[in-house]
């Protein structure tokens, strides 16, 4: 069974940086990429950037493009959101998905990280 454990989260002043962590456990050989996506109040979840396990492609959502960089580190199964220039509208719940492929695709998400950006 996998499980994502993230981190890092927490209240900034707008302007302000924050970098989330997500640990997956279980089998990295078979992981295709990890995500992290945000849900605010009243809102659907959005992705919020993704990183493929092999080669490192990277995809943002247009609102942080410029602010936030995805990074990925293989030998310790850990995903990295850095987030600068934060904005009140990155106010979110953060949460981290991991993808993998056993003969079809399946998604495992975590328990989410509360980011909250207020002067």
């Known amino acids: 069974q996998v499980q994502l454990v993230e981190s890092g989260g927490g209240s900034v002043q707008p302007g302000g940086s924050l970098r989330l962590s997500c640990a997956a456990s279980?089998?990295?050989?078979?992981?295709?990429?990890m995500s992290w996506y945000r849900q605010a109040p009243g809102k659907e979840r959005e992705l919020v950037a993704s990183?493929?396990?092999?080669?490192?492609?990277?995809t943002y959502a247009d609102s942080v493009k410029g602010r936030f960089t995805i990074s990925g580190d293989n030998a310790k199964n850990t995903v990295y959101l850095q987030m600068n220039s934060l904005k009140h509208e990155d106010t979110a719940v953060y949460y981290c998905?991991?993808?993998?492929?056993?003969?079809?695709?399946?998604?495992?998400w975590g328990q989410g990280t509360q980011v909250t950006v207020s002067s």
């Open positions: 990183i493929i396990r092999t080669g490192g492609r990277t």
């Open positions: 279980g089998f990295a050989f078979s992981r295709l990429s």
């Open positions: 998905k991991a993808t993998y492929y056993v003969g079809n695709y399946v998604n495992y």
